[in-house]
């Protein structure tokens, strides 16, 4: 906005030609609003793949075989299939959670939405309305089994309604898929990506973006306690410092025989 403009920004920007204020507005306005939408994709993304795990499987294995966008041999034909490939899983993960659940919409006219069935509705022209794209997305007379998390569908790419079509496609889009497919990518590489235990390891969101999904990796440690029940003879006191001090200087000694038995 001008407040947020330097002295020198202001006397710039209005003696450019109206098309490249246009432009510099049209690019501001993408930086600015991709972040939340950026990541609020990667979240829904990986919260659906977590909850399915023969397509995270499958996901991290084309993740793997991938080469990261800035190192040498990413643009080649290969490496540009592996990025479609992992796109397909991630774009259909998000058919189940689109990042916009809904889009407000003024309607132009008088229409009746399903009309012929026990759910139609009127609209009259001017009425304000919700266009609930998620719903859309599980239509199963627009797309088989919707329920099932297929990677392969080969939808048409105006038919998952994440970018948007027409004059709503989304101005971003081509900068918003590389930015999604790298960090989906760094995250599904990780060795042993899973939820992270409780609360945390859920999908939590204010209004409709993503405010907590935390995730662990790595080795999956597994605590096990163990009870050693003792007879403390008399005199007690003696014997109880007497354990203690056995317990004490001999701890290592037992935890690596409890490594070598597993």
């Known amino acids: 906005s001008a407040s947020l403009q330097s002295p ?11 098309v490249i204020r246009n432009i510099i507005g049209m690019v501001a306005g993408m930086v600015a609003g991709m972040v939340d939408n950026v990541n609020a994709a990667v979240c829904n993304a990986v919260d659906t793949l977590l ?14 075989a991938m ?29 189940f959670n689109q990042p916009a659940p809904f889009l407000p919409r003024v309607a132009k006219k008088d229409l009746i939405l399903a009309p012929g069935t026990a759910r139609a509705t009127a609209i009259t022209k001017g009425r304000s309305i919700l ?3 998620c719903s ?10 919707p329920l099932e998390l297929r990677p392969h569908r080969n939808l048409p790419p105006d038919d ?23 960090m989906m990518r760094g995250l599904l590489t990780l060795d042993n990506l899973r939820r992270a235990p409780g609360p ?63």
């Not at 020198?8 to 109206?18: E, M």
Request: contains cysteine; charged residues 20%; proline residues 7%.
């Open 200 to 262: 945390s390891g859920q999908l939590v969101y204010v209004d409709t973006f993503p405010r907590q999904l935390a995730v662990d990796f790595g080795p999956q440690h597994i605590q096990t306690a163990l009870t050693a029940i003792m007879e403390i003879r008399q005199p007690t006191a003696l014997h109880a410092r007497a354990l203690k001090v056995l317990l004490t200087h001999a701890y290592q000694r037992v935890v690596d025989i409890l490594d070598e038995v597993g």
């Open 8 to 18: 020198c920004q202001k006397a710039v920007i209005p003696a450019l030609p109206s």
């Open 131 to 133: 266009v609930a794209l």
């Open 51 to 64: 909850s399915h795990p023969n397509a995270l499987a499958e996901a991290t294995a084309v993740a793997h």
């Open 160 to 182: 998952d309604l994440l970018f948007g079509s027409g004059w709503h496609d989304c101005f971003g889009k081509y900068i918003a898929e590389v930015q999604i497919v790298e």
């Open 136 to 145: 859309a997305m599980v239509d199963e007379r627009a797309i088989p089994k």
């Open 67 to 95: 080469i990261p966008a800035h190192q040498p041999g990413a643009t080649v034909p290969e490496n540009v299939e592996r990025r479609a490939q992992l796109w397909a899983y991630i774009r259909e993960a998000l058919r």
